[in-house]
């Protein structure tokens, strides 16, 4: 169905960025254990129920330098004791790649980091594109109170570095103060 | 404003594709001679009006291959002598990179071609992404009776090449029959 060499067509709602074909990838609460800055806080939300943290598309695209890899990701509002919640957020492994998110609804910050610390932090609102350089790290935060949904498009081999972030974290973390969402240092980050 | 290197957003109005910071580059019906069937009808047409035909963005992204070039393309309803208007269509110069095409408003068709003559068209409706493969020229055609609004990911160094379209044509055209949009074949269409 889904032939890269051949092409095709895919069905992704522009509403809920969900397909009637094909499913997306879940993330639960339990997968991004260790990434917000309160442990004990996450800890007591996954016994309460286990939810859905984020989800998105993985369709299977040949790893080829000339394919794209595209999709929708949909990240649920929510926060961790003040931390909103937010994707793990990724290196591409061919650090030198660009990645194109168009934001179709929802609120939220694209945050980016290269490994020198430049950091930046892009809103995100419906309608809103944005280009996330090479070599930078990202991940999308959602500071609204509906489900933050983007599409996303990136060259097919760039590859996913996940280990980075999940040892080192971000340098900053996004977290509601006085009702508004700022950006402050990660207590947890290690050089 | 738009630093490929350090990354931005850029306004794409879902509804209109339109965005208040960046033009887009306009083609015209007379950007178009040769590329109709009916070289007379469309002659007539400019004469009464050289109306914009399609419009798309074309940002000043480094030719990169780690980079991405996006926009939206937004195809105007009309046709001459019963075919729908299009876009001119092209090659990549990197003959093996694909296109991601996300169609947002209006009703049509992304037309593919292979050097060899493989020909397939994939419906287009709010929604719709359009998986264009490697090696097929490809054309944006709008069958209904408003905008055709696509947003548009492409690796930037891929390149254009119109002048194969140009020179050959597609060896197969959209047009008007008994009101539904027919697939013929094209009369100038040379091997």
Known sequence: ???FE???TLDLDLKTGLSKKVDTKKRYLSDLRGMFADDAALEAMIKENDDVIYEYHTLPVPEHEGDLAFGSSIVY???VAGEYFMTKGHFHTIL????VYYCMNGQGVMLCE????DVKAFELSPGTVV???KRYAHRSINTGNTPLHTF???RADAGHDYGTIEEKGFRKLYVEKDGTPTLVENPKWAE
């Open 77 to 79: 509002p929510g926060n």
């Open 1 to 3: 169905m889904l032939n």
């Open 6 to 8: 051949k092409g095709f």
């Open 114 to 117: 290269s490994p020198e610390g």
């Open 152 to 154: 996303y498009v990136y």
């Open 96 to 99: 030198g790649t660009a990645e």
């Open 131 to 133: 280009y996330v350089p």
